[in-house]
């Protein structure tokens, strides 16, 4: 069969191929993969699929780490292209392995052809499987196959720096990763316009202002923006002209919005109320009325005299000076005259105790 002539490569390939880089169970490379190597792989690949389709083939070089899977035409390889996280699709493993990342992406035939040109015949076939398997499907229980199914959810990535960038296509627009939310167009909340109190004051002005058909009056009918009537209108008021029907059409009204009075009914429950703000107690209001009430009953009894006690004050008496200092007074003053008469008027003043004298009379009358 000649080789096709490219590229670009356009024709069918009758097929799909995906491109893994570092692919599961990652224990052998080159020409030590062997049987058991692809055995894995296949069966990994199956998981990966849902186990709705089997590989086909296995293209590799011993030169490369990638390898190229084939796939039957009817598979959607969408949901299995990205990255593939090995902690995340395997129940056990090596803890070396916890950080492996396989990595999926489809293949570009257009560019490359058909692997076959370039790696040689498949080192793996859907054949050689059937064979080492006895039969095609899920391994036996005895190996204690590792990977997890259903088969966890693959996370976007990109072809873009990796070892099998020249193999591999990016991932379709359908597995684009979802855009982060731009946080500066946030609009704060604002109240509709349709819920207000304003909206509905008229609309409560506009159902009070509106103005009923009377049945007993004929009905009028708009006139176009011409000034006429439509002709098919025409014709259904002549009709109606003619049958008699003047009776006005019942057209059912759209709710308003308009404030609804609730009223209870007798087998309704109560609508609880609230509960009354912090006050003073009964006891302690019943307490200050008492008091309010006391002393304006002893505001209004009139007191009796005998209640009234008046104050007395002692009146102290005048003083006069002492006796020593009348004596030295007379001393003195005898002195200056220098006259026996007046000593012995001292004398006499000394000797009289109870009654006043007349020169203590006089001294008063001197002093004061």
């Known amino acids: 069969m000649p080789k096709k002539k490219g590229p670009p490569y356009t024709d069918d390939p009758g097929c799909k191929y995906i491109v893994i880089e570092d692919p599961w169970p990652g224990n052998a490379s080159g020409k030590a ?27 590799h070089l011993n030169t490369r780490d990638e390898v190229i899977v084939q796939l039957p035409k009817e598979v959607d390889i969408v949901l299995v292209l990205g990255r593939h996280a090995w902690r995340q699709f395997l ?13 999926v992406f489809e293949y570009d035939y257009r560019s490359r052809g058909e692997p076959g040109n370039r790696m040689g015949p498949p080192r793996f076939s859907q054949t050689t499987l059937a064979d080492s398997r006895g039969v095609s499907g899920d391994p036996p229980p005895h190996i204690r196959f590792p990977v997890i199914f259903p088969y966890p959810h693959v996370s976007w990535a990109s072809p873009r720096g990796k070892r099998c960038a020249d193999l591999a296509l990016p991932l379709p627009h359908v597995r684009q990763p979802t855009p982060i939310p731009d946080t500066s167009l946030f609009e704060p909340y604002q109240h509709p316009t349709q819920l207000t109190s304003n909206t509905i004051e008229n609309a409560q002005e506009r159902t009070s202002s509106e103005v009923h058909h009377d049945p007993s009056q004929p009905r009028r009918f708009a006139a176009g923006k011409i000034g006429k009537l439509d002709p098919y209108e025409q014709d259904r008021i002549a009709l109606r002209a003619l049958q008699g029907d003047d009776k006005p059409s019942i057209v059912k009204r759209e709710p308003s919005d308009v404030r609804v009075k609730i009223e209870g009914h007798p087998g309704s429950s109560t609508i609880k109320r609230e509960p009354d703000l912090y006050g003073p107690s009964k006891e302690f209001r019943s307490a200050v009325e008492r008091l309010q009430r006391t002393r304006a009953h002893a505001q209004q009894t009139p007191r009796r005299e005998e209640d009234v006690k008046p104050r007395i004050v002692a009146e102290e008496p005048p003083l006069a000076p002492s006796d020593a200092f009348v004596e030295a007074y007379n001393k003195a003053r005898s002195s200056q005259s220098g006259s026996a008469a007046e000593d012995a008027n001292a004398k006499r003043i000394k000797e009289e105790e109870p009654h006043e004298t007349t020169s203590r009379k006089k001294f008063k009358s001197e002093m004061y």
């Open 33 to 59: 993969r062997d049987q058991v190597f692809f055995n894995h792989l296949c069966t990994w690949v199956r998981f990966m699929l849902g186990k709705t389709a089997e590989p086909e083939a296995v293209y």
């Open 91 to 103: 129940s056990h493993g090596h803890a070396r392995d916890k950080d492996r990342v396989s990595y």
